[in-house]
């Protein structure tokens, strides 16, 4: 095999709790993480160039170590000794700076992929150490599906598959520092945390509605005061048939669940029209354990 192609799927938090901002400076974490069906492209090739080389479809996009994609195959072809040179092409399509933890989601994939490529025969939780390095939301990104975060989204729990439904993904034409909302979160001011227990009960019984009723994102105290766009879009996709909208991670997309796609593709061409904004897609969630 001289190369593969995979897909590396965005992220949702169904649940975003901030428990306590701990002595380092970072916050303690509880959060219900969801794969969903929107996703880059990575092509990994086998070269004869002895180096590591990162091709995008986004001439902007750095391709050298300032990009995840090119810090981990330097990582992996230098700690497993890797003689060959890696070429990747990465296709992007999961916004930028979107709170879809697209970059954890392109290094988690590159890791993945070299690792099927050179058969090197690293186990799914060796990988998400090695991609814990890289990001907190690497290894969820490894692991995909739905999950319950903890720590700083770090420690992982296989939870029961994500009803099926369509999701609208929009983000309004600006961009945030995940880094700034987290300095800027203030927890005196959270008034409403999520019951994070209840919403798994409510993923167990495979209960949407329930689901999306008691959906809260901490961030969106910060995020949402700063960028009013976002509430609209939220109220927007609520007007227009979903069954709940919210924030997904520091923002600024906002997501929605419909149970019909008409529905659901309905409410994009309004939005795309009325925020004026190019970046909205209508997707699905991605469940990998079905019928276990």
Same mark, same amino acid.
């Given at each position: 095999?001289?190369?593969?192609k995979?897909?590396?799927?965005?992220?949702?938090?169904?649940?975003?709790?901030?428990?306590?901002?701990?002595?380092?400076?970072?916050?303690?974490?509880?959060?219900?993480m969801?794969?969903?069906?929107l996703?880059?492209?990575?092509?990994?090739?086998?070269?004869?160039?002895?180096?590591?080389?990162?091709?995008?479809?986004?001439?902007?996009?750095?391709?050298d170590?300032?990009n995840?994609?090119?810090?981990?195959?330097?990582?992996?072809?230098?700690?497993?000794?890797?003689?060959?040179?890696?070429?990747?092409?990465?296709?992007?399509?999961?916004?930028?700076?979107?709170?879809?933890?697209?970059?954890?989601?392109?290094?988690?994939?590159?890791?993945?992929?070299?690792?099927?490529?050179?058969?090197l025969?690293?186990?799914?939780?060796?990988?998400?150490?090695?991609?814990?390095?890289?990001?907190?939301?690497?290894?969820?990104?490894?692991?995909?599906?739905?999950?319950?975060?903890e720590?700083?989204?770090?420690k992982?729990?296989?939870?029961?598959?994500?009803?099926?439904?369509?999701?609208?993904?929009?983000?309004?034409?600006?961009?945030?520092?995940?880094?700034?909302?987290f300095?800027?979160?203030?927890?005196?001011?959270?008034?409403?945390?999520?019951?994070? =227990? *209840?919403? #798994? +009960?409510?993923?167990?019984? /495979?209960?949407?509605?329930a689901? &999306?009723?008691?959906? %809260?994102?901490?961030?969106?105290?910060?995020?949402?005061?700063?960028?009013p766009?976002?509430?609209?879009?939220? =109220? *927007?996709? #609520? +007007?227009n048939?979903?069954? /709940?909208?919210?924030?997904s991670? &520091?923002?600024?997309? %906002?997501?929605?669940?419909?149970?019909?796609?008409?529905?659901?593709?309905?409410?994009?061409?309004?939005?795309?029209?009325?925020?004026?904004?190019?970046e909205?897609?209508?997707?699905?969630?991605?469940?990998?354990?079905?019928?276990?």
């Amino acid at each position: 095999m001289d190369d593969i192609k995979l897909r590396a799927r965005a992220k949702i938090n169904i649940t975003l709790d901030a428990i306590r901002k701990m002595e380092n400076g970072y916050h303690e974490l509880e959060m219900i993480m969801q794969t969903v069906n929107l996703c880059d492209n990575l092509h990994i090739k086998k070269t004869n160039t002895g180096k590591v080389e990162l091709k995008s479809n986004l001439v902007w996009l750095p391709c050298d170590s300032r990009n995840l994609v090119y810090r981990a195959a330097e990582y992996m072809r230098e700690t497993y000794n890797i003689k060959e040179g890696i070429e990747i092409e990465l296709v992007k399509n999961i916004p930028v700076a979107a709170g879809l933890a697209g970059g954890s989601s392109d290094c988690a994939a590159t890791l993945v992929g070299i690792n099927n490529l050179f058969r090197l025969n690293i186990s799914q939780e060796e990988l998400m150490k090695i991609g814990k390095s890289f990001g907190a939301d690497v290894p969820y990104c490894i692991l995909r599906g739905t999950a319950l975060a903890e720590g700083i989204g770090e420690k992982l729990t296989v939870l029961p598959n994500f009803p099926n439904c369509y999701v609208l993904l929009a983000k309004p034409p600006i961009s945030v520092s995940t880094a700034s909302v987290f300095g800027a979160l203030d927890l005196k001011k959270v008034n409403k945390h999520p019951d994070t =227990k *209840a919403i #798994i +009960d409510y993923i167990e019984k /495979g209960d949407l509605q329930a689901v &999306s009723d008691n959906m %809260v994102n901490v961030l969106e105290t910060v995020t949402c005061e700063k960028y009013p766009v976002i509430e609209q879009i939220k =109220k *927007a996709m #609520i +007007d227009n048939g979903a069954i /709940g909208s919210m924030m997904s991670g &520091s923002g600024p997309t %906002v997501f929605g669940f419909f149970s019909e796609y008409k529905e659901g593709l309905h409410a994009l061409k309004f939005i795309k029209n009325k925020f004026r904004t190019k970046e909205v897609y209508l997707t699905t969630v991605f469940n990998i354990r079905q019928g276990e």
